[in-house]
């Protein structure tokens, strides 16, 4: 990695650490949590489907679900069947800048579930600055972006962990 991309990097999580303003949570189950967002890498397409298949089976369960996806390449030249944001919608520090992002950004959540386990750093920025109750994500090195934090080495047991810990949550009300 070159000095200028450490450098850049280092920028971007002092960035994510610093920006992120305090949201007050609210404690509660998510049984009565109305408004779920989802962030997912969607530049493999099997993790892709994946994440749509669990984003589908949160539908059935009455929630308002609001999905927005990482692409990462250059541009999307085709169109996807979730909101996506590409490398092109991003600012020198990765943060997102694309219409479609910052829109997602400024919307409020009860939950926001981080669908993705590796470092993604316009992913992380978003989970970081995002107004939401309650967050769930990857074990990261920054402890105050999330909730819960999972780790899991599959996507498959990392979708089990949070159905697991959702299920909980319900079951406690």
């Not at 509660?28 to 984003?55: E, R």
């Not at 020198?92 to 997602?104: C, M, N, S, T, Y």
């Not at 697991?164 to 319900?170: A, C, Q, T, V």
């Amino acid at each position: 990695m070159s000095i200028l991309t450490q450098y850049r990097e280092k920028l971007h999580l002092k960035n994510v650490v610093k920006g992120i303003h305090q949201q007050k949570k609210s404690s509660g189950n998510f049984t009565g949590m109305a408004v779920v967002g989802v962030l997912f890498d969607a530049t493999d397409t099997n993790i892709s489907q994946q994440a749509l298949t669990y984003i589908k089976k949160l539908t059935k369960q009455a929630k308002s679900v609001k999905t927005l996806g990482f692409v990462n390449i250059k541009e999307i030249k085709t169109e996807l069947p979730f909101d996506s944001f590409c490398k092109k919608d991003l600012d020198w520090l990765w943060r997102p800048k694309g219409e479609i992002a910052v829109h997602f950004k400024q919307q409020k959540f009860d939950l926001l579930i981080n669908l993705c386990q590796r470092d993604c750093l316009p992913l992380e920025y978003l989970a970081a600055s995002i107004d939401a109750n309650y967050k769930i994500g990857a074990l990261t090195d920054y402890p105050n972006n999330y909730d819960l934090m999972l780790d899991s080495k599959s996507f498959d047991k990392y979708l089990e962990q949070v159905n697991f810990f959702l299920h909980k949550f319900s079951a406690a009300s």
